[in-house]
DNA sequence: TTCAATAGTTGACATCAGCAACTAATTGTC
DNA sequence: GACAATTAGTTGCTGATGTCAACTATTGAA
């Protein structure tokens, strides 16, 4: 005997709410929430979502971890001194001295890669016996919902390290786009290819990265870090899609990648990138980047300014 | 930098097991899984949990519960004897004297109200600024996945206690599977549009019900159980969709009608019914009914015999 | 320079949750 | 009909989980 506390005028809500608490009720015992072991691991569920957010955001704060996971700032802490006493995390110094960065060691990425893939089959095994038509439908239908509910809300993207397809992705989205805009045509595409290939070839885990920007499922931006020397850092083929321009997309990306850069240990940053581009141009200056040095190229077959910028981290 | 563990043959798997479990990190949060407090209320996650399987299944048995919802015996067993101290439950005896059925008292029923309310506008909230459109296809689409997801368990029904809108529903099936079925016509519909008006009307919680049995918001069977005195209880209005016969959703009504008059301290159940609804007769029967008496009538058209059976509750 | 605010940690404590041992009743087996 | 095995439910014990407030160190703003 369930019944609305409130008059509505508008029944489609009463509905979608029944829906939505009957749904609750399903998942929350589906997924394991009321379950504290997570999928089998010796972790609970809120510590397979902070390591989750760890491996995924590193370096990340503490502070980020305790908003995006909205769990209390001394009990996170006592877990994350828990990852720490395991050997999964090491703790650096940010550019604000009260910050104690967190990244992933050696044995911690292996750690998270074990739990990721059981979690993966866990997943899996709950879609088994599903016909593929369902299976495609369901993703789209969950997709949807988070969409929906996630903008309603304030969410308006996640920023992810990279998986299996993305620079794929990466490379056609940009390729498509500078072509657009600035025609620049397969040439760039080409370079964007090879810059991709070569970071899943030499991918270094904890000095490289490659972050990406979403929004259920879609990608939205990306930037890459990867090592120049054991010094310097390389900042490249960072680019937000124009339907998600003005949210700070771009600044975020990169502000990672100078935190990263940090936290493991390079002294400085170097990007190379093209006049044209104004926005990236603030965006780099913003976060401290200065033009170093200027010149007149026709690569991309049309006449551009390509520019080398350059961020000192050491003290 | 999340990978799969296994070789998988099938693309779109991968690409749905992604997606819900990116699903399963936004959900989590956002309906408050994480938060060890449900909705603001004094109660936690799984006490709300076992509050509803309560209020919606009474009279349950602890061992019902538990399956429901997966917590620990033990644990459940304290839940229990805290909601006994609040005064929001009373505890019966069942045919079998291990049992210790649980029943709301009105305390409880105004304490489950409030919370169901709460509840309600809450989870309205989170719908606040969608779009009318959206709203719908959002229902729709939740629906879709709990029957999915559930179909590939084993999940087959539940069974709710009667909401707003019900009674309505339950006329309408019924005349219209009597009519295709039988011929009955709509003096049947009248009839049973007065028995549901009445129980409406006059409805006694603790002593009367009604149960739905559904899967993801479809209705697939219903029965009523009214007070004819204090000592006798009437069964009424047994009817399971034809899509969903053959799993037991007719027993299992019936069988929460028996428990429910047992643990409201009815005396006996009678019931009414016709000897061409063959399956109907041999739940009764095998509930342990006893047929009292049967005559000719033809009230809906064609003659038909009816029957009244009966079931002694008191030792 | 001083004071409020912020990132993070720690101690003390209450509640949550799992396990195993227990009672009481029932069912199955010979 | 006796007796072992099973079942519903409870209780004691314990470690894990989570909360709150006080604390340090640092930063930013007036």
């Not at 029944?18 to 972790?43: K, Q, V, W």
């Not at 600035?182 to 270094?204: K, P």
Request: proline content about 3%; charged content about 25%; hydrophobic content about 45%.
């Amino acid at each position: 005997m369930t019944q609305a506390a409130t008059l509505d005028p508008n029944p489609a809500l009463a509905t979608a709410v029944t829906s939505l608490r009957r749904f609750n009720r399903f998942y929350t015992r589906r997924m394991g929430a009321l379950d504290p072991h997570y999928m089998g691991s010796e972790l609970s569920l809120v510590e397979a979502r902070i390591f989750y957010e760890i491996a995924v955001g590193e370096p990340v704060l503490a502070k980020a971890i305790q908003e995006a996971v909205g769990v209390d700032p001394g009990y996170l802490s006592r877990i994350i001194g828990k990852f720490a006493q395991r050997g999964w995390i090491a703790r650096g110094r940010g550019a604000d001295a009260r910050e104690r960065p967190i990244m992933l060691t050696g044995e911690g990425r292996a750690a998270f890669a074990a739990l990721d893939a059981r979690t993966f089959d866990e997943t899996a095994r709950l879609l088994d016996g599903l016909p593929g038509p369902d299976v495609a439908a369901l993703s789209a239908a969950v997709d949807w919902i988070a969409d929906r509910l996630g903008s309603a809300d304030g969410q308006a993207y996640q920023v992810r390290t990279w998986t299996v397809g993305d620079m794929g992705m990466v490379t056609a989205r940009q390729a498509i786009l500078y072509q657009q805009v600035y025609g620049w045509g397969t040439r760039m595409e080409a370079l964007i290819g090879e810059i991709t290939t070569a970071f899943l070839r030499d991918f270094q885990p904890g000095r490289e990265q490659c972050w990406i920007a979403e929004r259920a499922g879609r990608m939205l931006g990306s930037v890459f870090l990867v090592a120049e020397d054991d010094r310097v850092a390389r900042l490249r083929l960072l680019y937000v899609e124009p339907e998600a321009r003005g949210l700070g997309i771009g600044a975020d990306l990169v502000a990672r990648c100078v935190a990263f850069a940090r936290a493991a240990g390079y002294r400085e940053i170097i990007l190379w990138t093209h006049a044209v581009l104004t926005s990236a141009r603030k965006i780099y200056a913003a976060e401290g980047f200065v033009l170093e040095s200027a010149e007149k190229s026709d690569e991309f077959g049309t006449p551009e300014v390509s520019e080398s910028w350059r961020l000192i981290l050491a003290d």
